[in-house]
T-cell receptor, first 115, second 109 residues
Framework: DAGVTQSPTHLIKTRGQQVTLRCSPK?????VSWYQQALGQGPQFIFQ???????QRGNFPDRFSGHQFPNYSSELNVNALLLGDSALYLC??????????????FGPGTRLTVL | RKEVEQDPGPFNVPEGATVAFNCTYS??????FFWYRQDCRKEPKLLMS???SGNEDGRFTAQLNRASQYISLLIRDSKLSDSATYLC??????????FGTGTRLQVFP
């Protein structure tokens, strides 16, 4: 049973560029959440996708956008990269469950460096 | 002020020691509570859920005090393999995880 996978593992970009990160959820999961983890900090929620729609969003600017495909995989896009966007980007998958929390399983992350 | 506060540490303890981590949360509407473990340059993994009645999993005991908005994690008989960052996590909405900064634990021989 494959867990959550993310690609690429590492990425180096320059300021102003755009980046796309990819995530495949754990088998059987239909919900994907994205988190940003800066060095020395805990992960911060970016947004969550379910049924190909953004279901919740954290306090991130519109430069951060996403997409979910019919096979439940997801992309995170960041436009006009800033130095402060350098971080580990984590994808987590789960089963949507209404008011009941279901465990989120994290992928290994994509480490983005913006120069 | 951060919604979930933790002492960042590091906590340096010898093998066999007992160590306790504390965490406070500011939003009384928080619904679910967890401890996650994160090894260096790896993804977070769920260690255990936290309930008001307290719960124990081997050497690990977690406790929630809703009145004080306080969460604790106790590790007994520390092992070298316990060295990691321990993240306190709460949820308000159904699935959005709110993480603390994490507390780093280093267990030495």
């Amino acid at each position: 049973d494959a867990g959550v996978t993310q690609s690429p593992t590492h990425l180096i970009k320059t300021r102003g560029q755009q980046v796309t990160l990819r995530c495949s959820p754990k088998s059987g999961h239909d919900t994907v959440s994205w988190y940003q983890q800066a060095l020395g900090q805990g992960p911060q929620f970016i947004f969550q996708y379910y049924e190909e729609e953004e279901r919740q969003r954290g306090n991130f600017p519109d430069r951060f956008s996403g997409h979910q495909f019919p096979n439940y995989s997801s992309e995170l896009n960041v436009n006009a990269l800033l130095l402060g966007d350098s971080a580990l980007y984590l994808c987590a998958s789960s089963l949507v469950a209404g008011s009941t929390y279901n465990e989120q399983f994290f992928g290994p992350g994509t480490r983005l460096t913006v120069l | 002020r951060k919604e979930v506060e933790q002492d960042p540490g590091p906590f340096n303890v010898p093998e066999g020691a007992t160590v306790a981590f504390n965490c406070t949360y500011s939003n009384s509407a928080s619904q679910s509570f967890f401890w996650y473990r994160q090894d260096c340059r790896k993804e977070p993994k769920l260690l255990m859920s936290v309930y008001s009645s307290g719960n124990e999993d081997g050497r690990f005991t977690a406790q929630l005090n809703r009145a004080s908005q306080y969460i604790s994690l106790l590790i007994r008989d520390s092992k070298l393999s316990d060295s990691a960052t321990y993240l306190c996590v709460v949820t308000r909405d159904t699935d959005k995880l709110i993480f603390g900064t994490g507390t780093r634990l280093q267990v030495f021989p």
